[in-house]
Nanobody
């Protein structure tokens, strides 16, 4: 059973940077897609970025591309999301998720993820 625990959320000003971390346990090999998703109040959950855990290939949403960077440290079984130039609309609960199958990173849809963390809240102040 894969277990995911996020950390790093908090309150930051617009324009600031923040790095989220997700520690994964129970990964049996590298054939996984891991990703970051977010959900703001009254909005649907959306994909932010995904990574092919085997080859480190990445995929970003349009809103994240150019500002966010997803990366992984397989030795530590930890996934990161570096977020720069944060905007008010980035405020949300951010979730780490995983699914078996490294190729799913390109789709990066929340409906296809099998394992979820409990989320970490990111609040942006103006």
């Amino acid at each position: 059973l894969v277990k995911l625990v996020e950390s790093g959320g908090g309150i930051v000003q617009a324009g600031a940077s923040l790095t989220l971390s997700c520690t994964a346990s129970g990964l049996l090999n590298d054939d996984y897609t891991l990703g970051w998703f977010r959900q703001a109040p009254t909005k649907e959950r959306e994909g932010v970025a995904c990574i092919n855990w085997d080859l480190n290939l990445t995929r970003y949403s349009d809103s994240a591309a150019g500002r966010f960077t997803i990366s992984g440290d397989k030795a530590k079984n930890t996934l990161y999301l570096q977020m720069n130039n944060l905007k008010l609309e980035d405020a949300a609960t951010y979730y780490c998720a995983a699914t078996i199958g490294r190729g799913y990173y390109y789709t990066c849809g929340h409906w296809g993820m099998d394992y979820w963390g409990e989320g970490t809240l990111v609040t942006i102040s103006s």
